[in-house]
């Protein structure tokens, strides 16, 4: 079945630093791919989202790439700061679905230290 | 986007006693909700998807008489876990989808049950 692999956590950087949180993904046809964040206390947002292959999502100075050639959605941001800090969420939904459901990756714990 | 509150955000109940989660929508009717249930260290899995007005669709392996879900208006949704056990001690999740052409799912805060 579907499923997504994004790489364990904790991730602890200083501010201003590059981030990368690798995801990859398995499915059959073409899903949708979405990055979700929670914030201490606080449901999960949607960060940002790619429908279709080569389609950049973006938010909050934060991109992620679909990359169909590799099954990839990679979270980049050039600069980290402290509020930043929280729990980032790769996940997938079968666009073919009727009721979208999503599949997610376990997580991921980012802290940034001033 | 959609407002959804989840409650109680934190439970401890002992083993054999029933505990009972709302999700509700607040500034949105949500003909479907799904709950989530996550363990330490693992994915969110989907439990079961919430339809106003019928049964819910569970996924396979969850058992429906243990984990009774209820959609009896547009605006709210509740996970009873019964007879409950330490083993059932995880963060229950819902989440609602979004309307017409926005199929953006919207979560709640996450509620966390601890049996003891």
């Known amino acids: 079945g579907d499923s997504v692999t994004q790489m364990e956590g904790p991730v602890t950087l200083s501010e201003e630093a590059f981030l990368t949180i690798n995801c990859t993904y398995t499915a059959t046809g073409y899903p949708s791919l979405f990055w979700y964040v929670q914030y201490p206390g606080e449901g999960l947002q949607l960060l940002l989202k790619?429908?279709?292959?080569?389609d950049k999502g973006s938010n909050k100075g934060f991109e992620a790439t679909y990359r169909k050639e590799t099954t990839s959605f990679h979270l980049e941001k050039g600069s980290v700061q402290v509020s930043d800090s929280a729990v980032y969420f790769c996940?997938?939904?079968?666009?073919?679905?009727?009721?979208?459901?999503?599949?997610f990756g376990t997580g991921t714990l980012l802290a940034v230290q001033p | 986007g959609a407002v959804v509150s989840q409650h109680p955000s934190r439970v401890i109940c002992k083993s054999g006693t029933s505990v009972k989660i709302e999700c509700r929508s607040l500034d949105f009717q949500a003909t479907t909700m799904f709950w989530y249930r996550q363990f330490p260290k693992q994915s969110l899995m989907l439990m079961a998807t919430?339809?106003?007005?019928?049964?819910?669709?569970?996924e396979q392996g969850v058992e429906k008489d243990k984990f009774l879900i209820n959609h009896a208006s547009l605006t709210l949704s509740t996970l009873t876990v019964t007879s409950a056990h330490p083993e059932d001690s995880s963060f229950y999740i819902c989440?609602?989808?979004?309307?017409?052409?926005?199929?953006?799912?919207?979560f709640g805060q996450g509620t966390r049950l601890t049996v003891v």
């Open positions: 989440s609602v989808l979004g309307g017409g052409k926005n199929t953006e799912a919207f």
């Open positions: 919430s339809n106003e007005g019928s049964k819910a669709t569970y």
């Open positions: 790619a429908t279709k292959a080569d």
């Open positions: 996940a997938l939904s079968d666009r073919g679905g009727a009721t979208n459901k999503l599949i």
